[in-house]
């Protein structure tokens, strides 16, 4: 099984993780025969007992190494925070790495394979919530930003900047059909355009197998986004004022969310040769309904727009309150200073009376 990047904090020692078992034929065959609500429940786990002393052994250097490399962090983390005279909160530190079992920093034990997949699986189904919120954000933020900038301008050039954005709203707007994500007439057109071949010839296995780039006999998440390259270039161009390359990314992830909750029946975020060839048998695939861009669905509505901008300028205020008592602070700092300085120089005066 493909180890991807997974963008988590903890990446690196979990594909280690992975990489160390799948070099035990038995675990290997295991993890490849198991779907994932039974590796939610553990079951996967407790293969570990079976697996070879000298993977055992490698794994158990690897978490001390592990835990070797959080200690040093919480050790930084409080000899920084101490120096500024705050407290440390050792247990918020530690809920960081809830993935490793800290009362046995010596041996990878059946517990450790259990928390390091519990914490991923969470983590990732989390993951895209996450994107698609600081997307919202960005949105709002951009709408907020063209707003503002409407309120400085005079009558004239409002309107004139009003009229633009509209334009560049139906250029956009402007482009070849969409096909729906991982339906029949998308696939083919990446085997046309992309494979080089005969729309007349498409096969499912024959194209399952060219885009199993790695072949290791899943399409995993970068392999399915690949597939829509074709597609988010008939909305967006880098070139275009009117094309926005995040809203490119959005819709990226948009798709391949859309074609897994078709396609991924077990839920693993990977796609088999079989769930593939079991979904281009369905009426999604033959014969889809349209697909709704983002153009076609707004990231936010006007309530969400009032609230953003309510919250940023609660922000505003507070940092102005906290500028306004740091600038008191300072002047206040600065009085004692010339306070000292004063009583400084008349014990200078009476000492050079004396």
Do not use: C
């Amino acid at each position: 099984m493909r180890q991807k990047d997974t963008g988590l904090y903890y990446d690196r020692y979990l594909r280690e993780v992975i990489d160390v078992l799948e070099t035990d034929q038995h675990f290997r065959e295991k993890l490849q025969n198991t779907d994932m609500e039974d590796i939610k429940a553990g079951k996967l786990a407790k293969e570990l007992d079976f697996v070879s002393h000298n993977v055992r052994t490698r794994l158990d250097e690897m978490k001390r190494q592990e835990v070797n490399r959080l200690r040093s962090l919480i050790k930084a983390k409080q000899d920084v925070e101490t120096g500024k005279g705050l407290a440390v909160d050792h247990e918020s530190l530690l809920k960081q790495f809830e993935y490793l079992n800290h009362g046995n920093p010596h041996t990878f034990e059946i517990d450790d394979l259990n928390k390091l997949i519990t914490t991923a699986t969470s983590d990732l189904e989390n993951f895209d919530k996450e994107h698609h919120d600081e997307f919202k954000r960005y949105e709002l933020m951009k709408e907020h930003e063209r707003r503002e900038y409407l309120k400085a301008l005079d009558e004239e050039k409002r309107k004139a900047e009003e009229q633009h954005y509209e334009e560049m709203k139906k250029k956009h707007a402007d482009h070849p059909k969409v096909n729906h994500p991982g339906s029949q007439d998308q696939l083919k057109e990446v085997w046309e355009e992309t494979d080089g071949l005969d729309p007349i010839d498409f096969d499912p296995k024959t194209f399952f197998k060219l885009h199993d780039t790695n072949g290791d006999d899943f399409l995993d998440e970068q392999e399915l986004e690949a597939l829509f390259t074709k597609e988010l270039e008939k909305m967006y161009d880098p070139k275009n004022e009117e094309d926005d390359m995040v809203e490119m990314e959005e819709e990226r992830i948009r798709m391949r969310e859309h074609v897994m909750n078709e396609v991924d029946v077990n839920k693993d975020r990977l796609v088999s040769l079989e769930e593939f060839l079991v979904s281009t048998g369905k009426r999604e695939f033959l014969e889809p309904d349209s697909w709704e861009t983002l153009e076609q669905a707004p990231a936010f509505t006007e309530e969400e727009m009032k609230e953003f901008e309510q919250h940023l300028a609660e922000q505003e205020h507070d940092l102005k309150n906290k500028a306004d008592n740091l600038n008191k602070q300072r002047e206040e700092l600065e009085r004692q200073q010339e306070q000292l300085n004063a009583q400084k120089l008349e014990l200078q005066k009476m000492e050079d009376t004396l």
